[in-house]
T-cell receptor
Framework: GNSVTQMEGPVTLSEEAFLTINCTYT??????LFWYVQYPGEGLQLLLK?????DKGSNKGFEATYRKETTSFHLEKGSVQVSDSAVYFC?????????????FGKGTHLIIQP | GAVVSQHPSWVICKSGTSVKIECRSL??????MFWYRQFPKQSLMLMAT?????????EQGVEKDKFLINHASLTLSTLTVTSAHPEDSSFYIC?????????????FGDGTRLSIL
């Protein structure tokens, strides 16, 4: 079955540091890949997505590239801010065009210190 | 603005009570909605797929008699936690996908925090 593995947290960085959160996946076919962000006490918000190999998703300074050869979708940001502190989830939907539920990684808690 | 509305956002009730959570798609008709459960500091786990006009599809290990799902219209799915006990306390989140947008992401509700005393 499908699975998503992402780096364990918490990840603590200083403001303006470079961020990488690793995510690798196992899936059949050609899944779509997503990063979601969850702020304290809130639901999930889509951060970015990629639907095919070599696609790069980007939003709010974050970006991730769909690497089929390494089955990875690492999240990066060049300069983080305190407001980026949240839990980040890597997820995939099956090759069925999204008609199935999402498979999530365990989440990475990001803490940005001023 | 929000495209999926979930209600209520917070419920505290006594053990043995049944609790109903609603999930509505606001801007589109959703033939399929999904229910997830999230334990503290853990990931979201898919509980079931709610299909309009038919029975829900439950993931392995999820008790269908415990978590009743009804998807009576194209914009509303409900999850009822029957005879809730403290171990059912969790964060429940629904999602829906606009069927007119192939491979587009699911839209999530803001979640319902359920606390059983």
């Amino acid at each position: 079955g499908n699975s998503v593995t992402q780096m364990e947290g918490p990840v603590t960085l200083s403001e303006e540091a470079f961020l990488t959160i690793n995510c690798t996946y196992t899936a059949t076919g050609y899944p779509s890949l997503f990063w979601y962000v969850q702020y304290p006490g809130e639901g999930l918000q889509l951060l970015l997505k990629a639907t095919k190999a070599d696609d790069k998703g980007s939003n709010k300074g974050f970006e991730a590239t769909y690497r089929k050869e390494t089955t990875s979708f690492h999240l990066e940001k060049g300069s983080v801010q305190v407001s980026d502190s949240a839990v980040y989830f890597c997820a995939l939907s099956g090759a069925g065009g999204g008609a199935d539920g999402l498979t999530f990684g365990k989440g990475t808690h990001l803490i940005i210190q001023p | 603005g929000a495209v999926v509305s979930q209600h209520p956002s917070w419920v505290i009730c006594k053990s043995g009570t049944s609790v109903k959570i609603e999930c509505r798609s606001l801007d589109f008709q959703a033939t399929t909605m999904f229910w997830y459960r999230q334990f503290p500091k853990q990931s979201l786990m898919l509980m079931a797929t709610s299909n309009e006009g038919s029975k829900a599809t439950y993931e392995q290990g999820v008790e269908k008699d415990k978590f009743l799902i009804n998807h009576a219209s194209l914009t509303l799915s409900t999850l009822t936690v029957t005879s809730a006990h403290p171990e059912d306390s969790s964060f429940y989140i629904c999602s829906a996908r606009d069927p007119g947008t192939l491979r587009q992401p699911q839209h999530f509700g803001d979640g319902t925090r359920l606390s059983i005393l």
